[in-house]
């Protein structure tokens, strides 16, 4: 990354890109870099989750899904309680936790539904503190599973269209989701309730708020939507 010191429309710098990272045949949906070990995960729509070296530009470190046995994959994220595992969704509504070091599946979570019309899982997230994943729906949904058993723990409807990202703070104790709805809604983790709502982007060919972040130190939020604008919110 440039030093912030480093105007972003000044005359371009070539040492700023340290080159690029190949072995994906088709479109990248997600990435997520662990800081524990300096490696970055992406997930893309050639099927496949790979793991690299965030440190220079050599071919993956491991392949998982290479078979396409539980579907394309379509988000990814470490999982925050154990750096040695990562969770990652799948167009066929399954959830899989993989063991990065033997890149083994662990334990495949109780997500899929109905085989004939899996719900579409449009992010998967670990919580910072605890062991359990949390997933966006195309159903409206956000469901909670718990990384030891694979097993639902709490399933709500949290908005009324898609669900399309989430974010947890830094200390475990909040829950922001954004949806197709416009609206950004933040939840208490503990009693899985709604405690503050606002609409945050316009639609565009019907699509709205794409993704949030908390900041990971200051009381900032952000946002990012289909009208191409990204907003921070105090």
Aim: net charge negative.
């Amino acid at each position: 990354m440039p030093s912030p010191n480093i105007d972003p429309y000044d005359s371009y710098e070539a040492s700023i890109l340290r080159g690029a990272l190949c072995g994906h045949t088709d479109s990248v949906w997600g990435l997520v870099y662990s800081s524990v070990h300096h490696r970055l995960l992406s997930c893309s729509a050639d099927g496949t989750v790979r793991l690299w070296n965030a440190a220079d530009i050599s071919p993956a470190l491991a392949v998982f899904n290479e078979d396409g046995d539980l579907g394309v994959a379509n988000s990814v994220d470490l999982v925050s309680s154990d750096p040695a595992y990562m969770v990652t969704s799948f167009d066929t509504g399954h959830i899989g936790l993989f063991n990065m070091e033997t890149q083994q599946l662990f334990l495949t979570f109780d997500s899929a539904g109905a085989p004939e019309s899996p719900c579409k899982i449009n992010q998967v997230l670990s919580h910072p503190t605890l062991p359990i994943t949390i997933t966006a729906q195309e159903d409206r949904h956000i469901q909670f599973f718990d990384n030891n058993t694979g097993k639902l723990i709490h399933s709500m409807v949290a908005h009324l269209d898609s669900v399309t990202c989430l974010s947890v703070d830094p200390n475990g104790l909040y829950l922001m989701s954004g949806s197709h709805d416009c609206s950004i809604r933040l939840w208490n983790m503990e009693s899985k309730t709604c405690i503050q709502e606002f609409t945050a982007h316009r639609k565009k060919f019907d699509e709205s708020i794409h993704d949030v972040a908390f900041h990971p130190t200051k009381c900032y939020i952000g946002s990012a939507g289909a009208d191409a604008l990204a907003k921070v919110f105090v």
